[in-house]
């Protein structure tokens, strides 16, 4: 990149507390910026790849019970990202849903914003956290996520521009925060297609969350004389294991990204049950190991999966719509009905250099247009 007057640049990440799809678009944002510094609300670099624990990282000072339950005090969270002073900065990079985006800047700085999405726990999106849900919380929580919006919407105004991984954001930002927002597709690690030898197990992986909807996955399996396999660790592990009742089905936990590779290469094919994804990297993954998918007809999965050619999608979230669909899918495959080899090809658009081409050249040009302003 050739930015005009050299700037200083620090970034700012909602939580860097898990491994997920945000943090591998933080990493693509290091590598255009390796010695921006990054603030964040939450660290935990046990839970990192080394990538980050070489970086210069800050992160308020969290004490007491906020320290020990962070999540139960997230309407505080804000407040501590507004307090980052970034006055030594000339352009700020934000990455995240939340707080990221509410850090203070002045009229001599440009704050240029990834949006992955609007939180989906103040707008009515299935999330995560399943606390809003418990009838004796509710109350709270109405009261809070009232006054919680008010403040998103107010923090939305502060970037000079919103980037977004998704059409389905993109009008959620529109929506939400009466914003103009940029897609540029998140990062995802693209491999050549391999013609490998198809085993008889379908595939499914994610956080075993309710959101995700892998219950609704195992129950169609115990009805089917298929094998599924589920890989992946979360907050819904051992109620899902409880409803296991086909000795086909095998749960194995969070696997290496070697392992999760070969499952993604042998598979028959892929589930993607979840509702409103954002936009859905898992899926391309599979994808691009030419692995057709059977996906719920909603949010990012639109725009990733072409139907009839890459694989199905499902309607309606239930027994009878997943089922029904998976019949004719399993159907199709059998018949050699999808060509594995263009599935793998159409994912390339993906890319993880063009994520980083594209968001080189948006910065490049955002910035000298402010710079020659100044």
């Not at 985006?101 to 999405?117: A, M, P």
């Not at 050549?192 to 609704?216: A, Q």
């Not at 910035?367 to 020659?372: H, I």
Request: with cysteine.
């Amino acid at each position: 990149m050739n930015l005009k007057g050299e700037p200083k640049v620090s970034i700012i990440h909602d939580y860097l507390n898990q491994y997920g799809g945000a943090e591998r678009t933080l990493e693509k944002i290091l590598e255009l910026f390796p010695d921006a510094p990054i603030y964040t609300g939450i660290l935990d670099l046990k839970k990192l790849p080394d990538t980050f624990k070489k970086k210069k990282i800050l992160t308020p000072n969290l004490n007491g019970i906020f320290k020990k339950f962070p999540k139960l005090f997230t309407f505080l969270m804000g407040n501590r990202f507004e307090n980052f002073d970034l006055s030594e900065f000339d352009l700020i990079i934000s990455d995240g849903t939340a707080w990221a985006k509410s850090v203070i800047t002045e009229k001599n700085q440009l704050h240029i914003s990834y949006i992955h999405t609007p939180p989906r726990f103040l707008y009515k999106y299935s999330s995560e956290n399943t606390l809003r849900k418990k009838w004796y919380l509710k109350p709270l929580f109405a009261y809070l996520d009232f006054y919680l919006r008010i403040w998103d919407f107010t923090a939305a105004q502060r970037p000079d521009f919103i980037l977004c991984n998704s059409i389905e954001v993109q009008k959620r930002i529109k929506k939400f925060y009466k914003r103009d927002a940029t897609i540029i597709y998140p990062p995802v690690k693209i491999n050549k297609f391999k013609k490998v030898e198809r085993e008889n197990f379908y595939l499914t992986t994610g956080r075993l969350s309710s959101y995700k909807n892998f219950d609704l996955v195992i129950k169609m399996f115990n009805n089917l004389d298929k094998e599924l396999i589920l890989l992946g660790t979360g907050i819904e592990e051992a109620s899902l294991k409880k409803l296991i009742k086909n000795k086909k089905i095998k749960l194995l936990g969070k696997v290496s990204d070697e392992v999760l590779e070969e499952y993604l290469s042998k598979a028959k094919g892929y589930i993607f049950p979840v509702k409103d994804e954002d936009f859905g990297i898992a899926l391309v993954e599979a994808l691009n190991h030419g692995t057709p998918a059977l996906a719920h007809k909603s949010g990012g999965p639109l725009e990733i999966l072409r139907e009839d050619i890459d694989g199905l999608f499902f309607e309606e979230i239930n027994l009878d719509s997943i089922t029904e669909k998976f019949i004719e899918f399993d159907k199709k495959i059998n018949e050699n009905y999808f060509d594995r080899k263009k599935i793998s090809e159409y994912t390339s658009r993906f890319d993880e250099k063009i994520f980083k081409k594209n968001l080189g050249e948006f910065i490049e040009t955002k910035w000298n247009e402010f710079y020659n302003l100044k």
